[in-house]
């Protein structure tokens, strides 16, 4: 099978949205009128974002859904996606997985797929989303990371570290009871992304960011955006861990799966999570409530933001806790 019948038969539909999707050299799109596109890229690299025996369905997904999560947290309306994929060969089964994946989500999100590029090389996936956000009285109702002020609350949706203990445990670091591993695996492979919480947010959040790299550095990149410190409550978080349930009930059974320090560090230092991290003044507080309700996303307050620059991190007691955490750099 050829390049382009591979396109044809795995990622050609009628365009929609687009006036013109794919087959042309170009797609042409138009942000319907009083928005503005808001864009945004992210690759997957084998054995750097996933293992190479992942199954192709949950890549597919995976991979447009940590995309859709920046706009989520830009609270810009998904419209549309090119792919640019590096495959070592054809594999159709592969392909016809993948594509199964991507486009399930695709159409979750009602974002359509308007072009991309296909090379031979070593497994790599590049998406870049096209969403929309409205503009109202010549400012843009998308929420940035400058925002944070000096008394707003800080939040976060869902729950966090999930992904990072399913790492650990495929990787043989920790090791935890099999419904532990399956809940936690499911966050890993196939995260939700936050884009009706993202869309309900608009005018209401002073800031917003997904959590892609672990939450002291992403909280971090808006604590600097917007010149603030922040006091979060460490332990609200851990909490928070969608496994913690399920794993202190195998405790009671197998004895302790993980030490407190070790769900405080998946917790603030995990990433992978696509969870929002969001702020907003104390005067929003039922609209946030309103926010979650309506978009069907659990959302808790995990801190407060201030005007002392740095991130204080509190125990349940609310003793400071040595800050430690390293957030995920590449190159770091
Ligand atoms: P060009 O040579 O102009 O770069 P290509 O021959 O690479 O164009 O691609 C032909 C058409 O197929 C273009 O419209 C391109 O956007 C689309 N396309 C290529 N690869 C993909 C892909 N993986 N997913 C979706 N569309 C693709
Ligand atoms: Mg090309």
Not at 13 to 21: D, F, H, I, K, T
Not at 22 to 36: K, S, V
Not at 249 to 273: C, F, I, M
């Amino acid at each position: 099978m050829g390049e382009f019948d591979l396109i044809t038969r795995y990622f050609k539909r009628p365009a929609r949205r687009a006036a013109v999707g794919i087959g042309d050299d170009c797609a042409l799109l138009q942000a319907a009128p009083g928005n503005q596109l808001a864009i945004s890229s992210d690759m997957l690299v084998e054995g750097r974002h996933f293992f190479a025996d992942v199954d192709p369905y949950s890549l597919g997904h995976k991979s447009l859904a940590v995309n859709l999560s920046d706009l989520a947290a830009c609270g810009a309306k998904p419209l549309a996606f090119t792919l640019a994929l590096a495959l070592p060969k054809v594999n159709e089964p592969w392909l016809a997985e993948f594509a199964r994946g991507l486009f399930e989500l695709a159409d979750a999100y009602d974002c359509e797929l308007i072009g991309g590029d296909t090379t031979a090389g070593p497994l790599n996936i590049c998406i870049t989303v096209f969403g929309e956000v409205p503009v109202s009285q010549g400012r843009s109702l998308a929420l940035l990371r400058d925002g944070a002020r000096d008394g707003d609350d800080i939040y976060v949706s869902g729950t966090l570290g999930d992904a990072r203990l399913a790492l650990n445990l495929l990787q043989g670091k920790l090791t935890a009871p099999p419904a532990v591993l399956a809940a936690a695996r499911k966050r890993l492979e196939q995260p939700t992304p936050r884009v009706a919480l993202g869309l309900a947010l608009r005018g209401i959040a002073s800031a917003a960011i997904d959590l892609s790299d672990g939450l002291i550095g992403d909280l971090g990149h808006i604590l600097e955006c917007s010149r603030v410190g922040a006091t979060v409550q460490a332990d609200a978080l851990v909490q928070c861990i969608a496994c913690y349930a399920e794993a202190t009930q195998a405790d009671r059974q197998s004895g302790p799966v993980l030490s407190k320090e070790q769900w405080r560090t998946l917790a603030l230092a995990g990433g992978d999570d696509y969870e929002l991290l969001f702020t907003a003044s104390p005067s929003q507080r039922a609209a946030v409530t309103q926010a979650a309700q309506t978009s069907q996303t659990p959302v808790r307050c995990i801190g407060q933001i201030n005007a002392n620059a740095g991130l204080q991190l509190l125990d349940v007691q609310g003793q400071l806790l040595a800050n430690t955490y390293a957030s995920f750099d590449h190159f770091a």
